[in-house]
């Protein structure tokens, strides 16, 4: 979407002052890590943002589930709007009842209860397009905004009238559709048509991210789509002297004798074919004493995972841990010997330079975006191959050449991943020539 030269005439003068009110969405924010790395980033950039820039006015759309957490990050130009009170207004009141009526599983409307599949799946999303707008007109009235910048993909309130960012992460649901319900699946779709539909600018993760973006949308230019790196490898203390290791002997572990693995316990993150490969590894060397540490929130797919280590045998050898504050992560990260991802997609994959930067050798998927996150300064491997996974173990505890050789290389290509101030300049850039055509 272009957006006009008349529609930005009443923004020229706090322009010209370089001031600049950006609202975001952060209403699909979720408790805890949930939303993976995607919630680290965005907080952390729109912190990083706020300072470097402080004639920025940003607003952050919150929620009843998220407000109180995100309250912390209240700055001088940072405030929080609690879009629960809009659900509150008469209108708002009277949408949701009905749609609550319509998608209610239970619901005795004869005539609602048997309506065809598809014809049910275009009343909704008319219904959310109403929904949607109302709340984005009232939302308009409480703000003259500049731009509406929304990190985690769906334009939900592009009827503020008001150029628009959105970030894509990736596009998993089109290469693995299998691992969403049909409903996931839909919702994921239309989320990229509307992006498509209604964001001035795209940002992308990687060029991976970018070329698959244009790959499923054609009528996309190529200045449509810009990528910005996640610049955050140093976000985490690389202080190895830290004396507090309890965790460690909790997880019944030994410095240096396990590899670490973090990532929510998600179907494309790929244990199950890690998990049968460590099992291969060990199989072939059975005096070895390394383990396996995997890291990530609870989940019903978590709880099945534990059973599968149990129906293996592993269970002494592999640990799933629970969701870990910052230090404790920290913690088993400088400890570890390594770090592992066997990731079957990822658009960027944040927790390989973490490892780079906290000097440890990485082991990782040859698909997706991490050969151009990782390049040489990684150990690759096939991740649908668990025999692949397992030479590739076998080779990083064989070989401590290798793994010091890793580490040299880590530190170098990390490097172009670790200035989080240039990672907010490059956004704030977009959200100048976005807003102001500057």
């Not at 109403?130 to 592009?158: G, Q, V, W």
């Not at 001035?200 to 790959?215: L, P, R």
């Not at 668990?386 to 030479?391: F, R, V, Y």
Request: hydrophobic residues 40%.
């Amino acid at each position: 979407m272009i957006f006009s030269t008349s529609k930005k005439s009443n923004k020229i003068e706090r322009f010209k002052e370089k001031h600049m009110r950006v609202l975001v969405d952060l209403t699909p924010i979720l408790p805890g890590g949930e939303n993976g790395g995607a919630k680290i980033m965005t907080l952390r950039l729109i912190k990083t943002m706020a300072k470097l820039e402080p004639k920025f006015h940003f607003t952050l759309l919150t929620n009843n589930l998220n407000h109180s957490e995100i309250s912390k990050y209240r700055t001088k130009n940072i405030s929080l709007y609690n879009t629960s009170e809009v659900k509150k207004k008469p209108v708002m009141s009277l949408l949701k009842n009905i749609i609550n009526v319509v998608f209610n599983k239970n619901t005795n409307n004869i005539i609602l209860k048997h309506l065809p599949k598809r014809v049910k799946e275009k009343l909704r999303n008319y219904l959310f397009q109403i929904k949607s707008y109302f709340e984005s007109r009232i939302l308009s009235n409480e703000f003259n905004a500049d731009l509406l910048f929304c990190p985690f993909t769906a334009p939900f309130y592009h009827h503020l009238n008001i150029p628009i960012v959105s970030i894509v992460y990736d596009l998993q649901f089109f290469y693995y559709p299998f691992f969403f319900t049909p409903e996931q699946y839909q919702e994921r779709k239309q989320t990229f048509i509307d992006t498509t539909k209604h964001s001035d600018k795209i940002i992308s993760i990687s060029e991976f991210v970018k070329e698959t973006i244009h790959e499923k949308n054609k009528e996309l230019k190529d200045e449509d789509v810009k990528t910005i790196y996640i610049r955050m490898g140093k976000r985490l203390n690389r202080d190895l002297t830290i004396r507090n290791k309890s965790i460690l002997n909790n997880l019944n572990l030994t410095n240096s004798e396990y590899l670490i693995y973090p990532a929510n316990f998600w179907k494309h993150k790929n244990h199950l074919l890690l998990f049968t490969a460590f099992n291969l590894f060990k199989a072939k060397n059975p005096s070895s004493t390394l383990k396996l540490v995997c890291t990530g929130a609870d989940s019903p797919y978590k709880t099945f995972l534990y059973e599968v280590v149990y129906r293996i045998g592993l269970q002494n050898k592999v640990i799933l841990t629970k969701y870990l504050k910052e230090k404790e992560f920290q913690i088993l990260l400088n400890n570890s010997k390594g770090l592992i991802f066997p990731s079957l997609y990822e658009g960027f994959g944040m927790p390989v330079i973490e490892g780079m930067v906290a000097r440890k050798p990485i082991l990782c998927s040859n698909t997706t975006s991490l050969p151009e996150i990782a390049g040489d300064a990684a150990i690759l491997f096939n991740p649908k191959n668990p025999e692949d996974i397992a030479n590739a173990i076998m080779r990083f505890e064989m070989d401590i050449n290798l793994r010091n050789e890793l580490v040299k290389k880590g530190l170098e290509k990390s490097e172009k991943f670790t200035d989080e101030n240039l990672m907010a300049m490059e956004y704030s850039s977009v959200f100048k020539e976005v807003a102001y055509g500057n």
